[in-house]
């Protein structure tokens, strides 16, 4: 078990734990409704040292990860990072990949099903020669996410923070070393997640912490992310992503070139392309009370057609909501399906994103 | 399914095919409209559209459904399935112009 740089900050800090793909997780620090708070009205900061890290020199990296996941790394400008996905042979999901061209090297992040060296090991077998360095237990991972994120990478990094794009990645001088910035997140808040070496991981995020603190918010765990993901509609590869595997019924075609020519699980995946899924996943929510768990069964009719493979509470909307696999032709927002029994509580499909979140109402460089 | 349901669906299924064909084209998206999920968020994250696409997306719904979107209110083009939901709560009884 990998235990993250950040893993004692946290425990002084009140943190439960939790494994996540072989590392060890900072789950929760503070009660949920709070955490969940921070982030849609302040700040929260949280250890996100699950993910996976390599680096590779721009020289050889962009056929080394063109063969490895399945969207294009070679139209990846400068600066900017790609969001796409990592198969294995037979087309199943293996990993979320944030790709970013930092100008003289290639930065990859991963959120595996895998431990460390199975991923390790996929990416020597595309490229052994190609200078790949395995950042994952030499560097922290902190995230900063929320309606203020912006204010706290302002007082750590400077103001030219504000300027950054979504999906964009820039270096900063801290205390001797280097962090890595990227403006990513997937909470539907501004979000940043900071790559820094372990040397530096607690200066940083106490310091993280206290910028926090003073715009209103403080630190939280990764499982409040689980929630604010499903919320926000963002792919949750440790929630629907285990569960279904399939990048086509899981809607994720936007992370995929059709185009390219190599990567693994591509024949599988342009095979079933071709012939047509059979499911595909919907959201929905049910009535307040109804006990909804990962695997409850949807039934239309007195049979059963479907299947809950993620669940969170909205504290938006006021209930609890999910993700479920239904049949194409039923897969639709607005219907009612029956759970776990033909006279069980009714459900009902929605439209995703069912909320408007905070940060997609300002600009952030005109703050 | 329900007779209920399965009006529903038949409806949404023909906003759904029409809106596909018309942002696929408009915007010279790589995909089949299968490859779509309803649900793909089309600005910042997902489809990564711009601020430029937002407007053409407008124009469309505007052109294809008759219905008319006003310019504060973003969170209609947040998926496929949000600017569905709007042009079937605008035209009740009916889809296309």
Request: hydrophobic letters at 45%; one cysteine or more.
């Amino acid at each position: 078990m990998r235990r993250s740089a950040l893993r004692d900050f946290f425990a002084a800090n009140g943190a439960a734990f939790e494994a996540r793909a072989g590392v060890e997780c900072a789950r929760a620090v503070a009660d949920p409704a709070a955490e969940y708070a921070m982030v849609r009205d302040a700040v929260a900061v949280s250890d996100a040292s699950h993910h996976q890290v390599f680096a590779m020199p721009d020289a050889g990296a962009i056929d080394v990860l063109d063969r490895l996941v399945a969207g294009n790394v070679a139209r990846i400008r400068f600066g900017r990072v790609l969001h796409t996905f990592m198969a294995d042979a037979g087309g199943a999901l293996v990993a979320d990949c944030y790709i970013a061209n930092n100008d003289d090297e290639f930065l990859v992040l991963c959120e595996s099903l895998e431990d460390d060296a199975a991923i390790r090991a996929r990416f020597l077998a595309a490229g052994r020669d190609a200078g790949l360095r395995d950042l994952s237990e030499s560097h922290a991972v902190l995230s900063v996410d929320g309606f203020k994120a912006w204010a706290v990478a302002r007082e750590l990094f400077g103001a030219d923070v504000l300027g950054l794009p979504y999906l964009s990645i820039e270096r900063y001088p801290f205390e001797g070393a280097t962090v890595r910035l990227i403006r990513a997140g997937k909470t539907s808040e501004f979000g940043y997640l900071l790559v820094v070496p372990a040397a530096q991981a607690q200066v940083l995020a106490e310091r993280a912490f206290a910028s926090a603190k003073k715009n209103g918010g403080g630190l939280c765990g990764i499982a409040i992310h689980d929630d604010l993901r499903l919320e926000g509609r963002f792919f949750n590869i440790y929630a629907e992503g285990a569960a279904v595997r399939d990048p086509l019924s899981l809607g994720l075609q936007w992370m995929m070139d059709f185009e390219k020519e190599e990567y693994p699980g591509r024949s599988a995946l342009l095979r079933r392309r071709a012939a047509g899924f059979e499911r595909k996943i919907v959201g929905f929510k049910a009535p307040p009370g109804a006990k909804v768990r990962k695997g409850s069964t949807l039934h239309d009719g007195g049979r059963s057609v479907g299947e809950v493979v993620a669940v969170a509470q909205s504290r938006v909307l006021g209930c609890t909501i999910g993700l479920a696999m239904l049949p194409v032709a039923a897969a639709y927002s607005g219907l009612e399906f029956a759970m776990d029994a033909s006279d069980g509580p009714m459900v009902t499909t929605i439209s995703m994103p069912p909320i408007m979140p905070r940060s997609l109402t300002v600009k952030i460089d005109e703050m | 399914m329900s007779e209920q349901n399965q009006k529903l669906i038949e409806r949404r299924r023909e906003i759904i095919a029409r809106l596909k064909a018309e942002l696929i084209k408009r915007l010279n998206l790589p995909f089949q409209p299968d490859d779509l999920h309803e649900d793909v968020a089309l600005l910042g994250s997902g489809l990564g559209l711009d601020s430029l696409d937002a407007l053409e997306i407008v124009l469309c719904v505007e052109n294809t459904f008759g219905v008319k979107i006003a310019d504060d209110n973003i969170a209609v083009l947040r998926s496929i399935n949000t600017l569905v939901d709007f042009v079937m709560e605008q035209k009740p009884n009916g889809g296309a112009s």
